[in-house]
């Protein structure tokens, strides 16, 4: 929590309770939404202006290491995911012609290749650069 520290003494001397910093610390260490957050710290039992919340928030936010710092765990998810059915299907594709063999479905299996390799590494450069997001997420209804 020293990172913390210099926001806590901040909003404290700008009227904000420890209580409601102390809300807003633990909810952006569990990597909640901004959104979520500024709605209860807002609330009426906790009586914060929209300006104070923001404040409060984007001073935490920088210590803590950015907005979106658990919203790429997705993105490496997806990322692995299509690499790994990319780069199999295109090292099936490699042992059918180097070592002799039918290739079943060559159109499918070419394209499912191409796709998981490209889909991977966009997804995986994404998530690294910090620009993945939740509702990327491809599987997603």
Request: aromatic share 12%; net charge neutral; charged share 25%.
């Amino acid at each position: 929590m020293p990172k913390f520290n210099s926001a806590i003494d901040k909003h404290s001397k700008n009227g904000i309770s420890t209580d409601n910093i102390e809300y807003a610390i633990s909810a952006v260490k569990d990597g909640t939404k901004r959104e979520h957050i500024l709605e209860n710290l807002t609330a009426d039992y906790r009586s914060l202006t929209h300006e104070q919340g923001n404040a409060l928030l984007d001073d935490l936010f920088v210590a803590g290491g950015g907005e979106f710092k658990k919203e790429n765990r997705g993105g490496y998810l997806f990322g692995s995911m299509f690499l790994l059915v990319g780069l199999s299907c295109a090292f099936y594709i490699f042992y059918v012609l180097y070592y002799g063999g039918v290739l079943v479905r060559p159109v499918l299996v070419g394209i499912a290749a191409l796709v998981g390799i490209a889909g991977g590494v966009r997804y995986l450069v994404k998530s690294i650069k910090g620009q993945y997001r939740d509702h990327d997420e491809p599987f997603k209804d």
